[in-house]
């Protein structure tokens, strides 16, 4: 069984993230089985494991986006898989690969504004009911402060703003993905490949900068990686037994993500105002 416990050794009843023999399975078998997890608010949690042992598919369910085939969770006070569409609400994905990842032709202006748009089309009616002037001058406030949050210096950019992400580093392009997602406001964000391509020095300055995010206090992080780093929640999806591999997962993705994650008409009519396709 994989289990996971906080730094401090509690279990509290107040978590962000609580799930009791979570599981999902695919055409071929379980992808992961037997998670247990209890996370206190503003929590670094590691999904830890080789690739191919599920942490994307966990990943995807403690967001909303994936139904579990076993067990039960609460995310933010949510039960999954009942209030799913309200887990997504609460929640934040950012760099995960065929699910919500950076496109490389568009420029980090673009993103900000995409992301700007789609938070403004789900967010509260409180901030609909704002006057125009009053909606940008909120955006361009969560835009700075976003941007300030995960350390991206956008002047410092080969161009600027005009920078198209094709042309950023690992790191940066991480960064900004980071900033989109927490344009939102999310209460739990969740991200993939944490460590993946980082040099070493890249890797503590990631898990610094994830910890810096959680250690706010108003969002639980909640990140994937191959090697989970000092201090975190530790959750390893290779600790029970499955039965899939890496192929399976990929279709698992594929096919159970899609309902959860296809483009509504209001995000439609957003991207086309970001001027996307």
Do not use: Y
Not at 7 to 12: K, L
Not at 44 to 56: E, I, K
Request: net charge positive; proline share 5%; aromatic share 2%.
């Amino acid at each position: 069984m994989s289990s996971s416990t906080a730094p401090d050794g509690t279990m509290g009843t107040a978590a962000a993230i609580a799930a009791r023999g979570l599981g999902v399975k695919g055409p071929r078998g379980w992808v992961f089985r037997s998670v247990d997890i209890s996370a206190p608010p503003g929590s670094l949690v590691a999904v830890a494991g080789p690739s191919g042992s599920g942490r994307t598919c966990l990943l995807l369910t403690l967001t909303g986006r994936m139904r579990p085939s076993a067990g039960h969770a609460e995310v933010a006070g949510l039960p999954l898989p009942r209030r799913m569409a309200a887990v997504r609400r609460v929640s934040a994905l950012a760099h995960v690969p065929g699910v919500a990842e950076l496109d490389a032709s568009l420029t980090v202006a673009e993103h900000l504004r995409e992301g700007a748009l789609l938070q403004q089309r789900f967010g509260s009616l409180r901030g609909l009911l704002r006057p125009r002037a009053g909606r940008a001058a909120a955006a361009a406030a969560r835009r700075e402060a976003a941007l300030a949050a995960v350390g991206l210096d956008v002047e410092a950019l080969p161009k600027g703003a005009r920078t198209v992400v094709r042309d950023l580093g690992r790191l940066q392009a991480l960064r900004l993905s980071l900033a989109v997602a927490l344009l939102g406001g999310p209460r739990l964000l969740a991200v993939d490949d944490t460590d993946l391509k980082l040099s070493p020095a890249e890797r503590q300055a990631v898990w610094a900068l994830l910890r810096s995010l959680a250690a706010r206090g108003d969002v639980t992080v909640l990140a994937v990686c191959s090697e989970a780093p000092e201090g975190a929640v530790v959750v390893r999806t290779d600790a029970g037994s499955t039965d899939a591999g890496n192929s399976d997962v990929d279709s698992t993705i594929a096919t159970t993500a899609t309902a959860t994650t296809s483009t509504t008409k209001g995000e439609a009519d957003a991207l086309a105002e970001a001027g996307r396709p």
